[in-house]
């Protein structure tokens, strides 16, 4: 069975003392493919390295909504140089955080547009994070051209045909398997198969029954099969159209091809 994990943050610390294993147990369970998504320039860098040295392992390269403060003309001049490498698949991850805060908005919402205008210009798509801001997100969508992925979805069910009707992709990760998360088992009983990744948006997000440790991408697999169970679907089906529809957004060569 072929997975992806299409949102992974290996280059964070957590991963430091055991990087190369946690890599391999994610090859062990049959991933073909772990996106690596840039945050900040140094960890941008960091998952182009990444994506350099393991044949799996693709980029995305932007600036965090957190550390939004940060991005002037020499950032984005830097993201757009790292986008040339030929693993770069996206930009991000992007977006507004208004949850947190940690940069002042009027800088989160410049520096989503001024990555959305980047991701235009390089015909990349787009990896987006929206957290208490959906409303803003969701505009600022609107008014842009391109493809790309709502990840760790958050907006709701009661948004999820407006998002849809814009043509947008959303990733569901490890909140899928709360058991509160009613909600989310509706945004994944309900999404139309082809416009669904899965992910883990790992060290973070740690799936049920591993919550409370750290996360890693060999996890995606039960994001996964609690979608399957959600919409009453094989794991299989679950696992085949999830991963196509990671290869059409990013645009990823060369995966074996398989049948089920
Ligand atoms: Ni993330």
């Not at 147990?25 to 991933?31: F, K």
């Not at 996890?219 to 169970?229: D, H, P």
Request: charge should be neutral; proline fraction near 5%; include cysteine.
């Amino acid at each position: 069975m072929d997975l992806i994990d299409s949102h992974a943050h290996l280059d964070f610390r957590p991963f430091n003392r055991d990087r190369e294993a946690v890599i391999r147990r994610a090859r062990e369970v049959g991933l073909v493919a772990i996106v690596n998504i840039g945050t900040s320039l140094a960890s941008s860098r960091a998952s182009v390295a990444l994506a350099q040295r393991y044949d799996f392992i693709y980029a995305a390269v932007g600036i965090h909504p957190h550390d939004a403060k940060t991005v002037d003309q020499a950032a984005l001049d830097e993201l757009r140089e790292l986008a040339r490498h030929p693993k770069v698949v996206a930009i991000g991850e992007t977006g507004l955080d208004y949850y947190r805060d940690l940069s002042p908005r009027a800088a989160q919402r410049r520096a989503f547009q001024d990555q959305l205008e980047l991701a235009a210009e390089l015909g990349l798509p787009v990896v987006v994070h929206s957290r208490d801001a959906h409303a803003d997100v969701l505009a600022a969508l609107k008014g842009w051209e391109g493809a790309g992925v709502l990840h760790t979805y958050a907006a709701g069910p009661e948004r999820l045909d407006e998002v849809m009707a814009m043509g947008w992709t959303i990733g569901l990760s490890g909140p899928v398997t709360y058991g509160r998360a009613k909600g989310l088992r509706e945004v994944a009983r309900r999404v139309p198969l082809d416009r669904l990744l899965v992910e883990t948006d790992c060290p973070y997000l740690t799936p049920e029954p591993h919550r409370g440790g750290r996360n890693e991408p060999a996890y995606v697999t039960l994001v996964a099969a609690q979608v399957a169970e959600a919409r009453g679907a094989p794991l299989a089906e679950v696992a085949r159209r999830t991963t196509e529809n990671t290869r059409r957004l990013f645009g990823l060569p060369g995966l074996r091809q398989t049948v089920d």
